[in-house]
């Protein structure tokens, strides 16, 4: 960082008043930025709809951003937060959403993971130190919740009764602000079956999510705060991707939730610049990179889960972009598939392209 970024964090030079006059200034900054974030992402979570469905969110509400101390799904502060299983049955509370948003479409979900992880050899290799990555589709925002609720079943019933020690989901921060059934998506949801790297998506889109928080709506204080904060992720990133305990990281390829175009088509939103370093960077440790297309439906109609091939060379961060192309290239050809076997289920016939971006 330069001395220009790194000013917002200390403050303007100030008289001599002492420490403690310096600390309350200090802090003053610092709650200022807590302010303004919860302001910007609080009015987006009240904005959040799906591309296929009803939105299955709530926003949080004032109490719990009023909260002392504050609740660790919102503060800003913590990029890394372990997972957090009291118990078993409160694990299982958490994964038996998926049986309750997806009801008897729920087995053949679980099947794709399993004939996926028997394929792949996938929890033999994770056992012997090899970490992955999921990069996917975001049709809905719950997508990469049900991509690790599905994968943690797949565990198991191979005999992994604790994989949420080995999976990190890389999420945005606005998940924190919102709810599902009265519970909170972060806190008492996804830490219940996995740790959560939070980050802050810079790429933008129709769909409201971080991507639609642009530079104009936050003050130089903030945007150094966000710039921080990412680098912190990015570092506890790579401290998975370079360790020899074979880890797990589900993410969203841009951070930003896919969208539908003037025609109706849905346009995935192109892997932000962070995604695409990141991919690189994990290609370059070692770690193997599983394209997924993760179309979930509802109890009325049935979901698609496929998965790319196995992917262990990137020859630049500008190259995941053929990630993207080709997990919209997969969901075209299993929508296709499927539209034939369910010519009910409209979303079936609607067609799948990756966005518009410069190489």
């Not at 809905?140 to 191979?158: C, I, K, W």
């Not at 080995?166 to 919102?178: A, E, K, P, V």
Request: hydrophobic share 40%.
């Amino acid at each position: 960082m330069t001395d220009d970024e790194i000013a917002p964090f200390h403050g303007p030079p100030r008289p001599d008043g002492g420490l403690l006059h310096a600390a309350a200034g200090q802090l003053h900054e610092m709650f200022g930025v807590h302010r303004q974030l919860d302001h910007v992402l609080q009015e987006s979570a009240k904005r959040v709809g799906g591309v296929e469905f009803e939105s299955i969110f709530n926003p949080i509400s004032r109490a719990a951003i009023a909260a002392t101390p504050r609740i660790d799904a919102i503060n800003h502060d913590q990029a890394f937060l372990a997972s957090s299983p009291m118990s078993a049955a409160e694990t299982e509370t958490a994964l038996g959403l998926l049986e309750i948003l997806h009801g008897e479409f729920s087995t053949p979900n679980v099947d794709a993971f399993v004939e996926f992880t028997n394929r792949e050899k996938f929890f033999e290799r994770l056992a012997d130190g090899q970490s992955f990555i999921f990069v996917g589709s975001h049709l809905e925002f719950q997508d990469v919740g049900f991509n690790v609720g599905y994968l943690t079943r797949a565990a198991q019933l191979r005999g992994f009764d604790r994989l949420d020690t080995r999976t990190t989901l890389m999420i945005g921060r606005l998940l924190g602000y919102l709810e599902v059934m009265g519970l909170n998506v972060i806190d008492d949801i996804l830490r219940k079956v996995a740790s959560v790297l939070k980050t802050f998506p810079v790429s933008g889109g129709e769909a409201v999510n971080e991507g639609d928080i642009t530079d104009e709506d936050l003050n130089r204080r903030v945007r150094a705060f966000r710039k921080r904060q990412n680098a912190r992720t990015r570092s506890e990133f790579m401290n998975l991707m370079t360790s020899n305990h074979g880890h797990i990281v589900i993410e969203a390829g841009s951070g930003s939730r896919d969208a539908k175009d003037a025609h109706g088509f849905v346009v995935m939103e192109p892997f932000a610049a962070g995604t695409r370093e990141d991919l690189y960077l994990a290609a370059r440790a070692g770690a193997a990179i599983y394209p997924i297309f993760g179309d979930y439906g509802n109890r009325e109609e049935p979901s698609i889960v496929e998965f790319g091939p196995e992917i262990r060379h990137l020859a630049s961060p500008s190259h995941a972009h053929a990630l993207g192309e080709m997990i919209a290239g997969m969901g075209n050809r299993a929508r296709g598939a499927a539209s034939q076997r369910h010519p009910e289920v409209s979303r079936f016939r609607i067609p799948i392209r990756y966005g518009s971006y410069e190489q």
